[in-house]
C-alpha cells in the first residue's frame, strides 16, 4: 500500500518490537537451559528436557531440563547449605544483593520483556511498561527492606528455605513476588517457575550470577507439577509460597499438613467490578479494559464480574461493547497491540469450553468484528450478559478475556452480589461519590479493593486474598511478615505428638463411674455456651472432668457436631461485633475484666483442683491463682489493644493513598491447650474478639467445666450474644467438625501436633485460614509470648483499599 | 452527513488531492448531521462525571498503546499536516510574516519530500491557515485559488471579556473580510459560575454572527482548570450549535494537554449519541512534535473513529508542529535525522 493510500484508511500499520537481542540470548545457551542450582548451571538427574514454545506462533522457543526430585534434593540441599552465610551477613550486605538484583534488572530490562513476551503471549507493551518495571520496582523495595530488617523487625527470624512455586501469567513478576521479600529476610530460596513460561526465571537467575549472588541463595528448578509437589513435601523446606489456581492451593495444603511449614497462598478469584449510576462511565469502560482485558483476561484479580447499578446498565453496556471494538488482537511482539495471545492451547481450549457452557446456559454473548490472527493461541475480548449468580460463568474463574454482566439496584445489593463468591482476592468499585465507594470498600471480602482504578499493583502494598481467594500477602510490611517468624517461638518446648487420652472414655457405659459424685460438684450444672444461651448438649450426654489427683470435679456437656453447628451458626449470626466501634469493644472487655476481679477466689479455687502448681515459675505458686490474675491482666491487654491495632497508608507511586485496613477474620473456631486450661484459651479467645472476630472456642478435655465460670462472666459483661461460643466435648471430633465447616474462616488449634495435622488436613475444603502452635507448647504465663502482635496479626487480615484523588 | 470538501478543485487523478476526499460521517454504526444549535438541557451538563485520576490514566495508556512506524508513519505525519491550522498569533504579526506563513501553508513540504513520498497528486496543503482578525484579507489574498481557508481568531480573544455587541461585531468583520472559520473565546467565569444559559447564549449569538463560517469555540481549559469544567463547557457550547470546540487559546498557561482532550472528545462521542450531531475537535497551543500529532490523531481515531481524522473534524493548532513533521519525513527518506535548518520556516 502507498503511503497516499495508507493516508486515506489511517489503519495502524505493523509495529513489532525487534526481538534480536532476546533470540542471541537464547541462542548463546543454544536454546537448551539446564537448572540453576547451588549457583551454577546443572544438568537434570533425567537427563530430560521439556520444550517452552511462543503461544502467538506455536513455535518452539528452547528446550529446558526436566527436573526431577533428585534435583528437587539438590536444590534444597544447596539452599540449606547457603542458608548460614547468607544468614550472617548483615542487613546491609544482603540489602547491598538486593539493590544490585533491581539493577541488573534495569539494566536489561528490554531483553526481560521481550522474553517475557515470546514464552507467554503477554503484549510487549505489558510486560515493558507494567511487569519488568514492576520487577525492579520489587527488589529495589526490598532491598530497602533487607536494609531495616533489624530495626523494623526486632525479634524476628527468617522462616529458613523457602519453597516457591509460581503460574505462567505474570512469570517474572510473580517471581519477583516470592524472591525478593524472602531474601530480604534472609531466606534462601527454591523456586519453581512455571512449565509454559520458565524463561524469564532463568534469565533472572543469570543477572543473579552476574551481581555475584552467594551460590545457593537462589536456585531455580523446571519441572512438572508432580515434582513441584516432591519440593513443597520436601523436609527441609520450612516455608512454602505458592500463586496459582484454588484447585492446586488445595492440593499443597493437603500436601503440608503433617508439618508445621508456613504457608502463603494466592489463588484465584472472580472479582467483582461494581459501577455506580454516578461513576464516570468513560472511565469505568477503560477500567474494564485494565481488568479484564489485560494479560488476556490471565489475571487472578482480574476484574471479571461486572456489577452495574439498573440505571445505566444499558448505556455501560454500550459504551463497552464500542471499547471492545477498538481493541487490537494480534502479535504480542507488535507494539501497538492490546490483547495478545493465550499462554497455550490447553488454556485456549479450557476458555472456549467456559464460554460455550455460558452460552448454553443462557448468557448472550457478543465479540466484536475486529479478526484473529489465523494461527497462534487467540481468544477474542468476549461479553457476557444476561447471565446469573447461578451461572457457572459467573461462579467459576475462566482466567480469560471473558466478562460476565449482570445488574444490582441498590448499594446493599452489591455489596450482596459482590461477596456472593467463594472467592475474595480483589474489587474494583466505581463511584463519584467518595461515601458510596468506601461504604462498599469496606463491605467487599476482598484483600484488595481499586476505587476508581483497577489492577493496581506495588511493592509498597500488601496484595492477597481472603476466602478461597488464600492468605498471606505479598508487598508492604505485610508481606515481608509472611517470610519471618518470632525468635521466641523456635525456644519453646515441643508439643506432645499425640492427643491427650480423651478423659470423656466410654460414654455408653456412664454406670461405671462408681464413685458418688460430690455433692458441691453435682448441683453445678455446666452446659454449652450458645449465642448468648446456656445449652444443653445435643447428645444428650455429660462427661465426668477429674481433677489433678482422680477426684472427679463434676460433669461436662459432652459436645457434638450439631453444638458446633449451631455455635457457628450463632457466630455467624453476631458478626456485627465486627462493625461495633473500637472503643465499645474495649469497654466490653474491660467490664469482663472487672466482672472477673470480682470472682477471681471462686474461679481460682474450683481450678485449682484441675491444674497443678505452677509449671515453670515457683513450684510453691499455685498456678490456678496465676492463671486467673493473667488472665484479668491479659483481658486488660485486648481491651486496650481492640482500638489500636491500626493499619497503615502506604504510598505507592502516584497520587493516591493506599489504605492498610486490618480486619477482623470472621468466625473463627478454636481449640484451646491442655497446658493453661483458662489462661491459654482466653488468650486465643480475646486476641480474636478484640479486633472483631466472634469465635466458637472448645476448651481443653483438661478441664471444660471452666465454661460454667465463663459465661457467667460474659453473660453479666455485656458481650454480645454469638460473639463468644463455647462448646465442650472431645476436642479432635469437634475441631474435624468446626475445621470441616464452611462457616467457620479461620480454626486455630494450640494442641497436639496429631491434633494439628488433623485441622490442618480437614480444613482445605473452604481454605480456611490455620493457625497452630507450630509444634511447640506455649508459655500462656509470659505476656511477651502470649499476648500482643503476634496473636492480634493472625486475627486479622489486611486489606488494601486504592482511593487516587484529584480533580 | 457526507464530508463536504473545504474547495472542490477536481482533480481526476488518482488518489484525488486530499480536499477532495470524502467520507460518510459515522458513529457506531449511525450516520452523523452537521452540527446544529438544540435547546439547553441542563441535566446533561450537570450530570457530567469526570474521574480526573482515571482519565489521566487513560490518557498516559493512549501513548503507551498505540504507535505508528515507517511508511504508516509518514501516512499520518501527512495526515496531521492535512488538519494542522497553521497559526500564527502574536503581538509582533505583520502582514509579511503572515504571507509567508501563508506560503507555507500552500507548500507545507519541499519538494523532494513530495517526491520521495510519491504524494504529488495529494496536492498537500494544511488545513487552515489562523489568524487575527487584522489579517484575515492579507491572508485570503494570499492564499487565493489553494482552497485554503482562512480562520480568524475573534470575540475578543484571548480573553473574551470585550462587550458582547463589540465581540459579535467582530465576527461580523471577520467573515465579510473573508474568514471561512471563527474560532471564538468564551466567557470563562460563566463556567465558573455555572452561568450556562449565559454561556449557550453568547455561544448561540456567536454562531448566529458566524453564518456559514465554520466557528470553533474555545473554552480556554488551561483557565477552566478542573476537568468537570471542561466537560461542562462543553457540552454547552455543543449544544449552542459549536461546529468545533477547541481547548485553549495558546496564550494559557496550561494547553492543549492529552487529558482534556480526551474529556472533551468523550463529550463529543456522548452529544452525537444523543443529539445526532457531529462535531469536530481542535486540541490547541503546546502541540509541537510529529510524535505528539500521530498521539493526538490515534486518540481520535480510536475513541471516535476514522471519520474524526478529516480536517472537516479535527484540527491541529500549532504552529511549530509542520517544522518537525518536515524533519521526521525527510529521516523517513533519507534515514539520516535533519537539521532545522534545512526546512523553510513558516
Redesign the interface.
Known amino acids: 500500500m502507498s503511503i497516499a493510500e495508507k493516508f486515506y484508511t489511517m489503519e495502524y500499520g505493523a509495529a513489532p518490537e525487534d526481538p534480536k537481542e532476546a533470540v542471541q540470548w537464547l541462542d548463546r545457551h543454544h536454546r537448551r537451559f539446564d537448572e540453576f542450582i547451588g549457583g551454577a548451571w546443572v544438568q537434570p538427574a533425567s537427563g530430560e528436557y521439556q520444550t517452552t514454545s511462543d503461544p502467538s506462533t506455536g513455535e518452539t522457543l528452547a528446550e529446558v531440563a526436566k527436573g526431577n526430585t533428585a534435583d528437587v534434593e539438590a536444590a534444597v540441599f544447596a539452599a540449606r547449605k547457603a542458608l548460614p552465610a547468607w544468614q550472617a551477613l548483615s542487613c546491609h550486605e544482603r540489602a547491598r544483593y538486593l539493590y544490585a538484583l533491581a539493577r541488573q534488572v534495569q539494566k536489561h530490562s528490554r531483553r526481560l520483556a521481550v522474553l517475557e513476551t515470546m514464552d507467554n503471549g503477554k503484549p510487549i507493551r505489558e510486560s515493558r511498561d507494567i511487569d519488568i518495571p514492576l520487577v525492579a520496582r520489587h527488589f529495589y523495595h526490598h532491598a530497602g527492606w533487607a536494609q531495616l530488617l533489624e530495626s523494623e523487625f526486632p525479634n524476628y527470624q527468617a522462616c529458613g528455605v523457602v519453597g516457591q512455586i509460581i503460574p505462567w501469567n505474570f512469570p517474572l513478576l510473580m517471581f519477583a513476588w516470592k524472591v525478593a521479600p524472602a531474601l530480604a529476610a534472609g531466606n534462601t530460596v527454591v523456586i519453581k517457575p512455571a512449565k509454559y513460561t520458565p524463561l524469564t526465571a532463568l534469565a533472572f537467575a543469570e543477572l543473579a550470577m552476574e551481581v555475584g549472588l552467594p551460590p545457593g541463595v537462589l536456585n531455580v528448578l523446571t519441572c512438572d507439577a508432580k515434582t513441584g509437589q516432591a519440593l513443597i513435601e520436601h523436609p527441609g523446606i520450612d516455608k512454602v509460597a505458592f500463586t496459582g489456581s484454588t484447585e492446586v492451593g488445595r492440593t499443597i495444603r493437603l500436601a503440608t499438613a503433617n508439618s508445621t511449614k508456613k504457608l502463603s497462598l494466592e489463588l484465584g478469584g472472580k472479582s467483582p467490578f461494581v459501577v455506580f449510576d454516578d461513576a464516570d462511565l468513560d472511565s469505568a469502560v477503560e477500567g474494564l479494559v485494565d481488568a479484564i482485558w489485560f494479560n488476556q483476561g490471565q489475571v487472578c484479580c482480574a476484574g471479571s464480574r461486572l456489577l452495574v447499578q439498573e440505571r445505566v446498565a444499558e448505556t455501560l453496556y454500550t459504551k463497552v461493547r464500542a471499547r471492545m471494538e477498538s481493541l487490537r488482537v494480534g502479535p504480542p511482539l507488535d507494539k501497538a497491540i492490546d490483547i495478545g495471545a493465550i499462554v497455550s492451547p490447553v488454556q485456549l481450549e479450557s476458555i472456549r469450553k467456559m464460554v460455550d457452557a455460558g452460552v448454553a446456559e443462557g448468557a448472550r454473548c457478543w465479540q466484536p468484528s475486529n479478526p484473529l490472527p489465523e494461527k497462534g493461541c487467540f481468544f477474542p475480548p468476549t461479553l457476557l450478559t444476561d447471565v446469573h449468580p447461578a451461572a457457572t460463568v459467573v461462579q467459576e474463574e475462566i482466567f480469560g478475556p471473558v466478562l460476565v454482566a449482570m445488574t444490582f439496584r441498590t448499594p446493599a445489593e452489591a455489596a450482596e452480589l459482590a461477596n456472593n463468591t467463594i472467592y475474595g482476592l480483589a474489587a474494583s468499585i466505581w463511584s463519584e461519590n467518595i461515601n458510596v465507594a468506601l461504604d462498599l470498600a469496606s463491605q467487599v471480602k476482598a484483600g484488595v479493593v481499586w476505587v476508581n482504578c483497577t489492577n493496581q499493583f506495588d511493592a509498597a502494598c500488601g496484595f492477597g486474598g481472603y476466602r478461597e481467594s488464600g492468605y498471606g500477602r505479598e508487598g508492604g510490611r505485610e508481606g515481608m511478615l509472611e517470610y519471618l517468624t518470632p525468635e521466641w517461638l523456635h525456644t519453646l518446648p515441643a508439643a506432645p505428638e499425640k492427643a491427650a487420652r480423651p478423659s470423656a472414655p466410654e460414654i455408653d457405659a456412664p454406670e461405671e463411674t462408681t464413685s458418688p459424685l460430690i455433692t458441691s460438684n453435682i448441683d453445678r450444672t455446666v452446659k454449652q455456651y450458645i449465642g448468648g444461651k446456656q445449652a444443653r448438649p445435643d447428645s444428650g450426654y455429660s462427661f465426668p472432668v477429674y481433677g489433678r489427683d482422680g477426684e472427679l470435679l463434676g460433669e461436662a456437656p459432652l459436645g457434638n457436631r450439631k453444638d458446633v453447628r449451631n455455635a457457628v451458626e450463632a457466630a455467624r449470626n453476631a458478626s456485627g461485633w465486627a462493625k461495633t466501634s473500637a472503643h465499645n469493644r474495649a469497654q466490653v472487655l474491660y467490664f469482663l475484666a472487672e466482672n472477673m476481679i470480682q470472682r477471681r477466689d471462686e474461679i481460682a479455687h474450683r481450678l485449682s483442683r484441675a491444674v497443678g502448681p505452677h509449671p515453670r515459675n515457683d513450684q510453691s505458686e499455685i498456678q490456678a491463682g496465676v492463671e486467673v490474675d493473667l488472665s484479668i491482666e491479659r483481658i486488660f491487654t485486648y481491651a486496650a489493644w481492640a482500638d489500636k491495632y491500626e493499619g497503615f497508608v502506604h504510598h505507592p507511586p502516584g497520587r493516591n493513598i493506599t489504605i492498610a485496613m486490618p480486619e477482623a477474620v470472621g468466625a473463627i473456631g478454636i481449640l484451646a491447650p491442655s497446658e493453661a486450661p483458662l489462661l491459654g484459651l482466653l488468650s486465643l479467645v480475646l486476641s480474636a474478639i478484640a479486633v472483631g472476630n466472634t469465635v466458637v472456642a472448645v476448651p481443653s478435655d483438661r478441664y471444660p467445666l471452666i465454661i460454667g465460670d465463663l459465661y457467667q462472666l460474659l453473660d453479666t459483661s455485656d458481650v454480645p450474644a454469638g460473639v463468644v461460643n463455647l462448646v465442650a466435648g472431645r476436642p479432635a471430633e469437634l475441631a474435624k467438625t468446626l475445621a470441616e465447616h464452611d462457616g467457620i474462616e479461620a480454626i486455630w488449634c494450640f494442641r497436639s501436633n496429631e491434633e494439628a495435622d488433623a485441622v490442618r488436613a480437614a480444613s482445605i475444603g473452604n481454605m480456611k485460614q490455620v493457625w497452630t502452635n507450630d509444634g511447640h507448647e506455649y508459655d500462656w504465663f509470659n505476656p511477651a509470648q502470649a499476648e500482643g502482635r503476634w496473636f492480634l496479626q493472625h486475627a486479622t487480615q489486611v486489606k488494601n483499599i486504592w482511593v487516587p484523588y484529584g480533580e | 452527513m457526507a464530508l463536504q470538501p473545504v474547495t472542490s478543485n477536481n482533480s481526476a487523478s488518482h488518489?484525488k488531492p486530499?480536499t477532495v476526499?470524502s467520507i460518510p460521517v459515522v458513529l457506531?454504526g449511525r450516520t452523523l448531521e452537521a452540527n446544529r444549535r438544540i435547546p439547553l438541557n441542563l441535566d446533561w451538563v450537570e450530570g457530567v462525571?469526570?474521574?480526573?485520576?482515571?482519565?489521566?490514566?487513560?490518557a498516559a495508556?493512549h501513548l503507551?498503546?498505540?504507535?505508528?512506524?515507517?511508511?504508516?508513519?509518514?501516512?499520518?505525519l501527512?495526515?496531521a499536516i492535512?488538519c494542522m491550522d497553521l497559526t500564527t498569533l502574536s503581538g509582533d504579526d505583520s502582514a509579511d510574516r503572515v504571507r509567508r506563513l501563508c506560503a507555507k501553508a500552500r507548500n507545507p513540504l519541499q519538494r523532494h519530500i513530495v517526491e520521495g513520498?510519491?504524494?504529488e497528486?495529494?496536492h498537500l496543503t494544511v488545513g487552515a491557515v489562523c489568524v487575527y482578525h487584522a489579517f484575515v484579507e492579507t491572508a485570503v489574498k494570499a492564499l487565493e485559488g489553494s482552497g485554503i481557508p482562512v480562520a480568524a481568531v475573534s470575540a475578543g480573544f484571548p480573553a473574551g471579556l470585550s462587550p458582547l455587541a463589540e465581540r459579535v461585531e467582530e465576527i461580523h468583520r471577520s467573515v465579510e473580510a473573508g474568514a471561512q472559520e471563527i474560532d471564538i473565546v468564551i466567557t470563562r467565569a460563566h463556567v465558573f459560575n455555572g452561568e450556562w444559559q449565559a454561556l449557550y447564549d453568547e455561544v448561540a449569538a456567536f454562531k448566529q454572527a458566524a453564518g456559514t463560517a465554520h466557528m470553533k469555540a474555545i473554552l480556554g481549559t488551561g483557565d477552566l482548570m478542573?476537568?468537570?469544567n471542561v466537560a461542562r463547557a462543553s457540552w454547552v457550547a455543543m449544544m449552542a450549535g459549536a461546529d468545533f470546540i477547541k481547548t485553549s487559546t495558546g496564550k494559557e498557561s496550561i494547553n492543549a494537554t492529552l487529558p482534556v482532550s480526551l474529556v472533551m472528545v468523550?463529550c463529543i462521542r456522548?452529544y452525537a449519541e444523543r443529539s445526532g450531531s457531529a462535531v469536530g475537535f481542535k486540541p490547541a497551543g503546546g502541540i509541537r512534535t510529529a510524535k505528539q500529532a500521530t498521539d493526538w490523531?490515534?486518540m481520535m481515531?480510536?475513541e471516535l473513529g476514522?471519520p474524526w481524522?478529516e480536517p472537516s473534524l479535527f484540527r491541529f493548532g500549532a504552529s511549530g508542529m509542520l517544522g518537525d513533521i518536515e524533519r521526521q519525513l525527510e529521516h523517513h527518506l533519507t534515514g539520516r535525522y535533519s537539521a532545522t535548518y534545512r526546512h523553510p520556516i513558516a
Do not use: F, M, Y
Request: proline share 2%; hydrophobic share 35%.
Open positions: 488518489p486530499h476526499q457506531n462525571r469526570v474521574n480526573t485520576s482515571a482519565v489521566e490514566r487513560r495508556t503507551a498503546r498505540r504507535t505508528v512506524k515507517k511508511e504508516t508513519q509518514a501516512a499520518w501527512l495526515r492535512a513520498l510519491g504524494i497528486d495529494l478542573t476537568l468537570r468523550r456522548d490523531l490515534a481515531k480510536d476514522r481524522l
